[in-house]
Every structure is written in structure tokens, then in C-alpha cells.
């Protein structure tokens, strides 16, 4: 089902993937719902994540497992050594691509930097560079040395974004991403969230949502991420492209329940108000796997096989735009709800509207 990619191929990508822990990636309905959507996988994700990958059922097709060294206050650094064992283990149960168990790649780390990208390349072609990322990397000076890294080696690459938030609601990380998309090497997107998409329409081969907040970008450390105290569940709201959480959501449902903008066309929702999530016996995960779907949903609508780039790119930044324009007539009629647009939607209509205008310089 899916290629293995090299260095030498750079086609526009489909591959969405749910990116999981290894606890859930057993999950009946998330397996049904990954292999209905044509070009769905998984990211099982977490130390265990080999040893979950052997108990699931073949149909499952996991497309990567990701160690997550590189996270938590004592994350391993991008110069630590690969664990071959990690690295066979991924043959020897036949997956398609082979991530590497790399480490944080910090804000002047070159060496580190380099050293992630030789050494994946010494591992064969069925290998991707893990580089997991201080935002700072995507900013001014340091992007053209990220370029000249990646291109330089040409080894296929798999970002992790570094946040306390939304790293894609940062202008420059925006304009660098853009950037890296652009290089003539294959390049994937981890943990990230609606911007998953928008990565596939310009340029990525595969990219990752994470199905919850803690797999959505990467926490910076001493950050506030995960663990602590949980936080409330969050569903994607479609006519914004967001995020929001469940409790905003039904306050405003509660103020104008008959709006339809509230339906829902997710197989879960079934047509109903998006609030029936609330009466699930899971919330967290029942507004996951509604997420997973509605972006299924939007990547089919937005990446066609039959069109081209430039339509494809260009119709996410129309949508970006529209959503834009909802969330903020949404934040006019019921003020104080969370409804103001994400930045990441805004730098897409305007860097990702400006890309097509004028190409990326690489």
C-alpha cells in the first residue's frame, strides 16, 4: 500500500496519518476509520511503540513508529547515537519506512543537525531523518543552513515542531516551512494538527495529526505540555478549521441551538449537533476520532488527483480564508467563546497565498 521513498522521488503527498500512543493504537474504531480513508496510517508513537506494533492485527498497517526521544525535560540531544535494535526491529516486522530513534535538535545545535542527517543516510533508503526541532531553526538565519542540511544529504526527512502552542501560528515558522517543503527531498510533517493538510497541498509526502493535544506539536521544555492536570477535550470545529474546546462549543450551542453551522457531517455526528460528543463515554476520544474523520474529510476535498499543484494549494488557502472569516463573525456573535481565527490559519492565506503568487525561494 504505501511506497518507500527515496531521495530521488518528490511527488505531492496524501498520507494522512494518525499519530497515537501506543495505548490506543489498538483501537477498533480507529483502525476502521484509518482503513476506510484511502492513504490513511498511523504514527504509533512512545518507547513501546515496537512492541505495540507486534500485537496489532496485520490489516492495521502502521506506516511509522516514532520513539519520541527528542520530548520531556530530559529529552535525549540530537547528537546521541541511534539504537540499532530500534532501527532493526522496524525491518523485521516490515515497515515501509524506518525512523530513527533521534534526538532533540536545539537551537544552535548545527553539528547535532548534520550528524541526525549522515547518519540516516548511512542507514539505506527505506530510512527517514528524524529532525525534531527548536522553532528557531525555521526562523532567519538559521533556515538557510537547515536547506543547506537537508539538501546537501538528501536524505528524506520527518519534522517535529517545537511550541508551547502552535508553532505554524509563528510567521516565521510559516515562511521556513514553507521553505523546507519546497527542497527537492521528500519531506514529512509529525505531530501537527488542521496544518497537516496544508502541509500535503504544498509539498509534504506524508504528514501526521496527532489525536491529542500532547501529539499535536512538540513542548519546549519546562513548557506546560503533558502531564499535569488534563486538559478539556477539544474537537475539530469544521467551519472554523480549528480546534476548539468542547465547553466553548456547547456554550454557544446553548445560546443559539438552532444554527445549523453546529451540525456535524462526521460519521460519528451522523448530521447531528457536534455537542452529542459530550455524551460519549470518552469525550477525549470520541472528539479524536471525529477530528480524524472530518480531516479525512478535508483532505479529500481539498487534494484532488486530477488537479494540479496550484489547485490544490490554492483551494486550501481559499478555505483557510473562508474559515477565517467564520471563526471571526463566530467571535463577533458570541464574544469571549475562544472563537478569534488561529494564527496558523492567517499565515497560510497570507504565506501560503503569497507562495503560489511567487514561488518559494529554496
Not at 512512545?46 to 529529552?75: C, K
Not at 546521541?80 to 530500534?86: K, N, V
Not at 513548557?223 to 467551519?239: D, K, M, T, V
Not at 470518552?282 to 479525512?296: M, N
Amino acid at each position: 500500500m504505501y511506497r518507500r521513498i527515496t531521495s530521488g522521488q518528490k511527488t505531492p503527498g496524501r498520507l494522512l496519518l494518525a499519530q497515537v500512543p501506543g495505548r490506543r493504537a489498538g483501537d477498533s474504531e480507529l483502525r476502521d476509520l484509518v482503513t476506510d480513508a484511502l492513504d490513511g496510517g498511523l504514527v504509533v508513537t512512545g518507547d513501546n511503540a515496537i512492541q505495540t506494533v507486534r500485537s496489532l492485527r496485520r490489516d492495521t498497517s502502521p506506516v511509522l513508529v516514532d520513539r519520541a526521544r527528542y520530548q520531556g525535560n530530559s529529552r535525549t540531544l540530537a547528537d546521541q547515537a541511534f539504537d540499532p535494535t530500534w532501527i532493526r526491529d522496524q525491518r523485521a516486522l516490515g515497515l515501509p519506512w524506518v525512523l530513527p530513534d533521534a534526538g532533540y535538535v536545539d537551537a544552535d545545535d548545527r553539528d547535532g543537525l548534520r550528524s541526525v542527517l549522515r547518519r540516516t543516510a548511512q542507514l539505506g533508503d527505506d530510512a527517514v531523518a528524524l529532525l525534531a526541532l527548536n522553532l528557531a531553526w525555521l526562523k532567519n538565519q538559521r533556515v538557510p543552513v537547515l536547506l543547506d542540511a537537508i539538501r546537501t544529504v538528501g536524505v528524506p526527512v520527518a519534522l517535529v515542531l517545537e511550541h508551547k502552542d502552535d508553532p505554524l501560528g509563528v510567521q516565521d515558522a510559516m515562511r521556513g516551512l514553507l521553505r523546507v517543503l519546497a527542497l527537492p527531498v521528500p519531506v514529512m510533517l509529525l505531530r501537527s494538527d488542521v496544518s497537516a493538510v496544508g502541509a500535503l497541498c504544498f509539498g509534504a509526502v506524508a504528514a501526521a495529526v496527532g489525536v491529542d493535544t500532547s501529539l499535536r506539536h512538540l513542548y519546549p521544555r519546562g513548557g506546560g505540555g503533558p502531564p499535569g492536570r488534563p486538559r478539556e477535550a477539544s474537537a475539530l470545529f469544521r467551519p472554523c478549521l480549528a480546534y476548539k474546546r468542547i465547553g466553548n462549543i456547547a456554550a454557544a450551542v446553548a445560546r443559539d441551538p438552532d444554527n445549523p453551522v453546529w451540525q456535524c457531517r462526521c460519521r460519528y455526528c451522523a448530521g447531528r449537533p457536534i455537542t452529542m460528543l459530550r455524551t460519549a463515554s470518552d469525550v477525549g476520544w470520541a472528539s479524536a476520532l471525529h477530528s480524524l474523520d472530518l480531516l479525512y474529510q478535508l483532505r479529500d476535498e481539498t487534494l484532488h488527483r486530477t488537479h494540479t499543484v496550484l489547485d490544490n494549494q490554492t483551494s486550501w488557502v481559499e478555505k483557510c480564508s473562508l474559515a477565517a472569516g467564520d471563526c471571526a463573525e463566530l467571535a463577533e456573535r458570541y464574544p469571549g467563546g475562544g472563537w478569534a481565527p488561529p494564527k496558523a490559519l492567517e499565515n497560510w492565506v497570507e504565506f501560503g497565498g503569497g507562495s503560489i503568487r511567487r514561488p518559494v525561494d529554496r
